[in-house]
């Protein structure tokens, strides 16, 4: 169940890790730093494991061979003593040192003379020189008690018949007549027993006992140093000395080994494999530690940098995502100069973009919307204003009124163009035509007072325009240009590459800059509609075609004003095309 | 090897201590460092006399600022240690001394220091002691502490036994008839303890009170002396005494020491000097002490173990040497010195030493010690006494006293020639 759950979790994460950025520079950034220093921490820790370890082994082995070195100088010291008191017995004049106690005046002589050679052989070491007879008399210091040897372990269980040397190992001297009261002292003991059947001292046996604090005191130190146990045995297997007898040996254990010369011990070291490799354990342990709290610490590290990295993402992200929801009033806070900071600087850029363009698409069609609701007022009842106007005109032919008649036929045209607006972009030729209607509507106003001048090629004829957009400057000339109809207007209409230039110049008023200025001001409040159709129509070129295009007006006072549009070129589409009947004509 | 190891990680560890100090560390081998002046002093003390001895060169350091006295105590190898001192011309400043005739050529000669330092105040010294450092007409000791033998007994036994204490001018008839009726075998209770090994020199008062020595007085003839009936007759006394059993063998191999079994309340009367005293009392043994008896009809006579102070010829302070000795033998020392008797009059007569029935019969064998022991009267002494040692000794085992006598004067005469 749990551990269900756990994968579950580590799963979750794991995919996290996929999908964030953090986790993934987080992950980058710690392998970047463990590799280096997993792979330095290794090679240091096997490194100085391996000299640290090599040189424990010398220092093991040499300590041994220390310890080697003082036990044998100890137990030749005591063998040499021995030999030298065996010899000495040997010479065939000493006859008085018998097996039996001395009492004439010549033994005795013989046991001073013998007593003073075992005092002279005495050094700062030696704890005691004895040499007991068979009887139980013995040569040596007055101090001991032949009863007391039994005490010595090693004496106790020397076998019956026995050459050479006999060691005794280490024991407390504790066979002294008087008891000890400052403790017994530690010594090693060697017997020699005496093998000389023609003499009397014949069985006697030499003990030689030196002091053995010192070379116990080494042991420790040396067990202390290295925790090693220490085994000194015979080579019959008794065990002379050992730190602890509670020890059992493995195979694994480092053991250093030394045999002695002297009499065939073999001191042995052993080592638990664990304790020989504490040391580098403790080196292993150490570079863990360094290792962890170092991996913690780029970790540490890592995540304050990615949090910081990450959430300036996330801060972006966030207003992207604000903004997708449509507040475009988001804008990111820029931290710092780097490229995340250009990045913000050009996500606020852009959001300020598209802030303005959607501004601009708005009102444009606030204005679109604004016109077509004016244009549905137009057209309440355009068949009332025709067939009223169709009864105006039959009136008129009636009563023979002509020019009224004309005039009433050319405003029905110009109406007729001016209320259709089931199209906003209408051809060249209709617009051109319906500027005639007009023209006819004013001369028949005021008479032929005026000259009109279109200079335009049939070619350009059947490319769109706006809807009416000539026929508000026409009445600008007529209404604000001209007195009483008078003046001249010349209008040409050329291609330049894929635009269209249309050039509407009249010899009128003119405007001063002032006015000038304020044609294209939508703040400016006007009087009356003077004006109001060049920004319209500039307004309606901006609107189908963009920015780059509209009017340009150039006006002197007094002599009359140029406007100039351009737009690109555009050919209307079939289906724009059949339900324009008139301009299937042109094709 | 190792006593060299050792020392270098003596010196090692002091180096380690010390660092930064005023480097005072010493070297045995030069006495004078930096300002602090070591002055090596030997002794064959041992246990508490060692300690009132290391007490006293404290308060010596005190009273002389900048002085280290080393006390080196040499217990039994003291003449093996001192003859190495001496052969290898590094011997300690001052020593005890004892043995003259052995040493005196390589100790330094005193008198001047004596007779001109008034502090000494040398008349104020028991002026037998004296005699003891002399060599020819030089003097090579100054007296330090000495002993006279005394018989103890332990009162306790003597009570049990209805026994009257005995007093001064007892015989040694009386002596024999008290340890005979104090030993009660089946106790294993003995009335005296005879030491399997004596010092010759120790027998001497027993020999001289019977008109007996070891060596004639001009020191050149031990024949007829050593070995004279008078002798022969003082020793055998002993090895008669363990023979018919009111004494026990004591000290030998396998044995306790007679001090050991005194204490134990196993023997009623031990000869000795002054040494064991404070032991015996600590033992809980109501001891009471007496002079050496006599021979019927002879003069009892004692024999003086002196310990003196020398300087050594090869000392490289001698000054401050003899202000040491002098203070060893001030009256405050000798105070402190319980173990010895006091070497000076005033302290006696002060401490009313001579008036305490326990030590009134050291002084009174004083008075009796006016012999000159052998080894002052001939300086092959030493190789003589080995034969007479041995001749002691199996007298004890059991030897005749004359036969063995006069076998050591055959053996010794040529040493003496």
Not at chain 1, 40 to 55: E, H, K, P
Request: aromatic fraction near 10%; charged fraction near 25%.
């Amino acid at each position: 169940m749990s551990f269900q759950r756990t994968q579950k979790v580590a799963g979750r994460m794991f995919a996290g890790a996929y999908r964030s950025i953090r986790t993934k520079l987080l992950s980058w950034f710690l392998i970047v730093t463990l590799i280096p220093l997993f792979s330095l921490g290794a090679l240091s820790y096997y490194q100085s494991a391996r000299i640290i370890n090599s040189q424990f082994g010398k220092y093991g082995d040499n300590a041994v061979a220390q310890l080697e070195q003082q036990t044998s100088s100890t137990l030749s010291r005591m063998k040499q003593t021995a030999e030298t008191i065996y010899s000495y017995l040997l010479d065939p004049s000493r006859m008085g040192i018998g097996n039996q106690a001395p009492t004439t005046y010549r033994d005795i002589l013989e046991k001073n003379d013998f007593e003073s050679l075992l005092k002279s052989l005495r050094t700062q070491l030696t704890a005691g020189i004895y040499i007991i007879t068979t009887s139980g008399y013995y040569y040596g210091e007055n101090n001991l008690d032949v009863a007391k040897l039994d005490r010595i372990p090693l004496w106790r269980s020397k076998p019956k018949a026995y050459a050479g040397t006999y060691w005794l190992g280490f024991y407390p001297q504790d066979h002294f007549i008087k008891s000890s009261d400052s403790g017994n002292r530690s010594v090693i003991g060697l017997a020699v027993p005496i093998h000389h059947p023609d003499k009397s001292q014949d069985g006697s046996i030499i003990l030689i006992e030196e002091y053995a604090e010192e070379l116990l005191q080494m042991f420790r130190q040396f067990e202390q140093d290295t925790h090693a146990h220490l085994q000194i045995s015979s080579p019959d297997g008794t065990v002379i000395y050992e730190t602890d007898a509670a020890y059992s040996p493995k195979d694994s254990d480092v053991t250093w080994s030394r045999t002695l010369a002297v009499n065939q011990w073999t001191l042995e070291a052993r080592i638990p494999a664990k304790a020989f490799y504490r040391s580098s354990g403790i080196i292993r342990a150490n570079t863990m530690t360094v290792a962890i709290l170092s991996c913690l610490l780029a970790f540490g590290i890592a995540y304050l940098f990615s949090s910081r990295f990450t959430s300036r993402i996330r801060t972006l992200k966030d207003s992207m995502q604000k903004v997708s929801f449509g507040k475009l009033d988001t804008r990111t806070p820029i931290d710092g100069r780097d490229e995340l900071g250009s990045l913000d600087m050009s996500f606020n850029r852009m959001v300020t973009g598209i802030q303005e363009l959607i501004g601009e698409v708005e009102r444009s069609e606030r204005l679109k919307k604004e016109a077509e609701l004016r244009a549905f007022h137009y057209q309440i009842n355009p068949h009332l204003l025709f067939n009223t106007l169709n009864s105006i005109q039959w009136k008129a032919r009636l009563e023979g009124a002509e020019d009224i008649r004309l005039m009433l036929y050319h405003l029905t045209m110009v109406l007729e163009g001016n209320l259709d607006i089931s199209q906003e972009l209408v051809t060249l030729r209709r617009e051109l035509r319906m500027i005639e209607h007009f023209l006819k509507v004013q001369e028949i106003r005021y008479g032929e007072v005026f000259r009109y001048r279109l200079e335009c090629d049939d070619s350009l004829l059947p490319y769109l325009i706006p809807r009416m957009t000539l026929q508000p400057l026409f009445e600008n000339i007529f209404f604000h240009a001209f007195t009483d109809g008078e003046g001249e207007i010349d209008m040409s209409i050329r291609m330049d590459g894929d635009d269209l230039v249309l050039m509407l110049r009249d010899n009128g008023a003119g405007m001063k800059e002032e006015q000038l200025a304020r044609l294209f001001s939508p703040e400016v409040k006007r009087k009356g509609r003077g004006g109001l159709g060049v920004r319209n129509a500039d307004q309606k070129f901006k609107l189908h075609f963009g920015p780059l295009y509209g009017l340009t007006v150039y006006s002197v006072k007094g002599e009359g004003t140029t406007i100039t549009i351009r737009w690109p070129k555009k050919e209307e589409s079939d289906d724009v095309g059949n339900r324009e009947n008139q301009g299937a004509d042109c094709r | 090897m190792v006593i060299v190891s050792v020392m270098a990680l003596t010196a090692s560890m002091l180096a380690g201590c010390g660092g930064g100090g005023t480097g005072t560390a010493q070297e045995p081998d030069n006495g004078s460092q930096a300002g602090v002046t070591t002055l090596r002093f030997a002794t064959w003390d041992t246990g508490d006399a060692l300690k009132i001895e290391q007490d006293i060169a404290k308060k010596f350091e005190e009273s002389h600022p900048g002085t280290k006295v080393q006390v080196e105590a040499y217990a039994d190898g003291f003449d093996q240690k001192l003859a190495a001192g001496f052969g290898a011309a590094n011997p300690p400043d001052v020593m005890y001394m004892w043995d003259f005739p052995t040493y005196h050529q390589s100790l330094e000669p005193l008198d001047d220091y004596a007779s001109k330092d008034k502090d000494l105040n040398i008349d104020d010294f028991y002026q037998g002691l004296f005699n003891y450092g002399k060599i020819g007409d030089k003097l090579y000791g100054i007296p330090a502490g000495f002993t006279t033998r005394v018989v103890y007994y332990n009162k306790k036994l003597f009570d049990e036994a209805g026994i009257a204490y005995p007093n001064d001018g007892w015989t040694w008839t009386d002596f024999q008839d008290i340890a005979k009726r104090l030993t009660d075998p089946s106790k294993k209770q003995y009335g005296f303890g005879v030491r399997a090994e004596n010092d010759t020199y120790d027998l001497q008062g027993l020999v001289w009170s019977n008109g007996g020595s070891f060596i004639s007085e001009d020191g050149t003839t031990i024949e007829g002396y050593m070995n004279s009936k008078e002798t022969a007759e003082a020793i055998q006394m002993l090895g008669d005494m363990l023979k018919n059993g009111t004494a026990v063998l004591a000290g030998g191999k396998g044995q306790q020491s007679g001090e050991d079994i005194f204490k134990a309340g196993k023997i009623a009367m031990w000869e000795s000097g002054i040494w064991p005293l404070e032991s015996f009392r600590e033992a809980g043994i109501d001891v009471g002490t007496v002079e050496m008896p006599a021979f019927p009809g002879k003069p009892v006579k004692g024999v003086l173990a002196e310990s003196a102070l020398s300087i050594a010829k090869d000392s490289k302070h001698k000054d401050l040497a003899w202000e040491f000795i002098k203070f060893y033998v001030s009256d405050e020392a000798i105070k402190m010195r319980v173990a010895d008797l006091p070497v000076r009059a005033s302290v006696v007569n002060e401490l009313k030493k001579d008036q305490d029935p326990l030590y009134k019969p050291y002084y009174t064998m004083l008075e009796r010690s006016d012999n000159t022991p052998a080894f002052l009267l001939n300086p092959k002494w030493n190789e003589v006494n080995r034969q007479l040692s041995a001749a002691v000794e199996s007298v004890m085992f059991g030897s005749d006293a004359q036969e063995a006598l006069n076998q050591a004067v055959k053996d010794s005469e040529r040493y003496l020639k």
